[in-house]
């Protein structure tokens, strides 16, 4: 305990000052921490508000990501700037770090131009909060009738909450409650108070932690001697250990997690999957319309570069799995990487022989990453609610989010399949159609297996209603729409044996526009209705502009394929 009695007496100390610098033409107090003093900082446990355990490393991330949507901050990591604005907040005060959102009446209220605002920016000279009568109002509505202004300044000002807790030690909470039943710990602030009221020496040095930490670090600083700021995060390190064990991650965990923060592996996977997808469709319109060309090497290559970016995407899986201590298809992030993980999967036991249902594959995993990357989505790890503590999560959840990847496969399969009709001529009309007719094939395969999939997690999700809720069916919006894209699927994979709706344009159109019932099951549900499965709960959301120009570029190349089928293939002018 050497640190903890000198820093008391550094507590009472003023001779000690920080140089300041200036960052981007704003002034900060310069607090350039050892780097092996921030790894070790990165390891110390955190509980959230919602009871999850986690490295300080990941708390550091969400913080900086929700603040800003960057992953550093005038040149320092989210470690380094989250304890800087915890032990230094009057320096912090006129920083820009609080993101204002797009809106441009929240611009004019606080009187900020760009993107980022100071603390002090929202208040006025006489302390007055700037938001106070617009947030009041937005909050006096009720959520259906909020519109855009009103939920960016709703989520401004969880925003500017979060900063006001970290300058008053009221968001980590690093300290467990010796004897709490419920495992709770406290933060900096809350030790502070039950100081008064306790003589406990547990939460004696919670209290104390920060005030004498702030001079040790101020001390090292000025000195560049870290040895006792290093020691008194082993001895908080070991006070976590001595009262909260029960629930603290191992020491594993919490190097895995921290790999999984430093990586970005679902992040750079989306790029990987992009080029390579990129790269198999000019191989496979190289196939089609210069088939003399011999590809043998290019695609040894793209095969070996598929397979290790899909190791790394198993590796990326199974290390969120490790973490989180659950399946990793829990929420709306996880459950798009693992669409992408199972569209590509489709495209590796289906398309091996089939550079276009390859490509297709490949491009379907890059996109529904770059979905879960939205701003929309969180990739916070989260805690599961009761209903979902089951085992049935690993089982319904993966067959029916995986079902949408090979069916999606399908669907992308058919796309391009439209493209290659529209790009058909007289002289290459043998070819396209002979390629036309394998990538057929492959997607009848694909459709089938998901069809298989969503037809057995459906039924399985009935027993697991039935356990839950006491009911295998209840007509639920996601039940229903589920059901809807079975029977949807079901009339696709035996249009072959109707009559009218038999051929080649046939069976692919129906696939690529079949695919809407999957997207409703999916984000319609989850994001526009009330139900047991929504995430948004009925919360409406804007319908990005981008889904119309999708589905107007989706008939304009479907008519086009139709002229084109028409006269070319079946000689109709």
Not at 192 to 208: E, G, H, L, N, V
Not at 298 to 305: A, E, W
Request: net charge positive.
């Amino acid at each position: 305990m050497k640190w903890f009695y000198i820093g008391l007496i550094a507590v009472g100390l003023s001779w000690i000052t920080v140089p300041t610098v200036c960052a981007n033409g704003v002034p900060v107090t310069k607090r350039t921490f050892d780097r092996d003093h921030i790894k070790l900082l990165s390891t110390v446990s955190v509980q959230d508000f919602r009871g999850r355990m986690k490295p300080f490393h990941t708390l550091a991330n969400e913080v900086l990501r929700k603040l800003t949507r960057k992953t550093s901050l005038y040149g320092m990591d989210p470690v380094e700037v989250v304890i800087n604005m915890s032990l230094y907040p009057e320096a912090w005060h006129d920083v820009p770090l609080i993101r204002l959102g797009k809106h441009p009446k929240i611009r004019e209220l606080v009187g900020v131009e760009g993107k980022l605002a100071s603390y002090d920016d929202f208040f006025d000279a006489d302390g007055k909060f700037k938001l106070l009568e617009e947030l009041r109002a937005a909050h006096a509505k009720e959520r259906q009738y909020r519109g855009t202004f009103e939920n960016e300044l709703i989520r401004l000002d969880e925003r500017i909450n979060i900063v006001n807790m970290i300058f008053h030690h009221r968001l980590m909470r690093l300290f467990p409650l010796e004897g709490d039943p419920g495992n709770r710990w406290i933060t900096g602030d809350e030790a502070s108070r039950m100081a008064d009221t306790t003589s406990k020496k547990s939460i004696q040095f919670a209290a104390m932690f920060f005030p004498v930490y702030r001079k040790l670090v101020d001390h090292a600083l000025s000195t560049g001697d870290w040895s006792l700021p290093n020691q008194a995060i082993q001895e908080l390190k070991a006070f976590q250990a001595k009262y909260g064990s029960e629930i603290l991650p191992s020491a594993t965990q919490t190097k895995a997690e921290i790999l999984l923060n430093k990586s970005n592996i679902f992040d750079r996977l989306m790029r990987y999957y992009g080029i390579l997808g990129l790269f198999a469709l000019v191989l496979f319109f190289i196939r089609v319309f210069r088939p003399q060309t011999s590809l043998k090497i290019p695609r040894l290559i793209l095969l070996s570069l598929v397979w290790l970016t899909f190791a790394l995407h198993v590796f990326g899986l199974a290390l969120r799995w490790y973490v989180s201590e659950r399946a990793p298809w829990s929420n709306a992030y996880e459950s798009l990487i693992y669409i992408a993980f199972t569209g590509v999967l489709a495209g590796i036991l289906f398309g091996r022989k089939s550079l276009g249902a390859l490509a297709a594959s490949l491009i379907l995993g890059s996109t529904f990453l770059m979905v879960a990357h939205l701003n929309n989505f969180d990739p916070e790890i989260t805690p599961l609610v009761p209903v979902l503590k089951s085992y049935w999560l690993t089982i319904h959840v993966s067959l029916m989010a995986g079902s949408y990847g090979f069916l999606l496969l399908g669907a992308v399969i058919g796309l391009i399949n439209l493209i290659l009709f529209g790009l058909m001529t007289k002289a290459n009309k043998n070819t396209v159609l002979n390629h036309v007719k394998k990538l057929t094939n492959v997607s009848e395969m694909t459709i089938l297996a998901g069809l298989v999939m969503a037809s057995i997690g459906c039924y399985l999700g009935g027993v697991w209603a039935n356990e839950s809720w006491g009911r295998y069916w209840g007509w639920d919006p996601k039940e229903t729409w589920a059901l809807v894209t079975i029977l949807v699927y079901a009339f696709i994979v035996h249009m072959r044996y109707i009559p009218g709706a038999r051929g080649l344009y046939a069976y692919n159109f129906a696939t690529l526009f079949g695919f809407a019932t999957v997207m409703m099951t999916y984000f319609g549900v989850n994001f526009y209705l009330s139900g047991l499965h929504s995430y948004a709960a009925g919360d409406p959301v804007p319908m990005p502009p981008s889904v119309y120009i999708t589905a107007l570029s989706f008939l304009t190349i479907s008519f086009w394929a139709y002229w084109k089928y028409r006269t070319i293939v079946q000689n109709k002018a």
